[in-house]
């Protein structure tokens, strides 16, 4: 049974950093491209970044381009996303996802879901 973990959401001023976790079970996520989508309240589903099965390959949504990291460790199974000079904006639920696909910042591509970490930046 596939399942995605994510951890490391809470509330942080503006201008500050934050680190999500997200850890895979079930299966290798060697294979699989993986990826940040958010959702906001009353607003639809935004991809926030992607990274290819290698990690060699990253791509990120025009709000978060040169704040946000994506990176992956494949050897522990786990996605990371790496936030700095958060803003206001930047809060939504954060979900970790994952599928055997070319990687894409369109939500309608991924089967693998995680049930999502809260992030809350204050002004």
């Known amino acids: 049974q596939v399942q995605l973990v994510e951890s490391g959401g809470g509330s942080v001023q503006a201008g500050g950093s934050m680190r999500l976790s997200c850890v895979a079970s079930?299966?290798?996520?060697?294979?699989?491209?993986m990826g940040w989508f958010r959702q906001a309240s009353g607003k639809e589903r935004e991809g926030v970044a992607t990274?290819?099965?290698?990690?060699?390959?990253?791509n990120y949504g025009s709000s978060v381009k040169g704040r946000f990291t994506i990176s992956r460790d494949n050897a522990k199974n786990t996605l990371y996303l790496q936030m700095h000079s958060l803003k206001p904006e930047d809060t939504a639920m954060y979900y970790c996802?994952?599928?055997?696909?070319?990687?894409?910042?369109?939500?309608?591509?991924?089967?693998?879901w995680g049930q999502g970490t809260q992030v809350t930046v204050s002004s």
């Open positions: 996802v994952a599928d055997i696909i070319p990687c894409t910042l369109l939500f309608e591509g991924y089967n693998v």
């Open positions: 079930g299966y290798r996520i060697s294979r699989y491209c």
């Open positions: 990274v290819s099965p290698s990690g060699g390959s990253t």
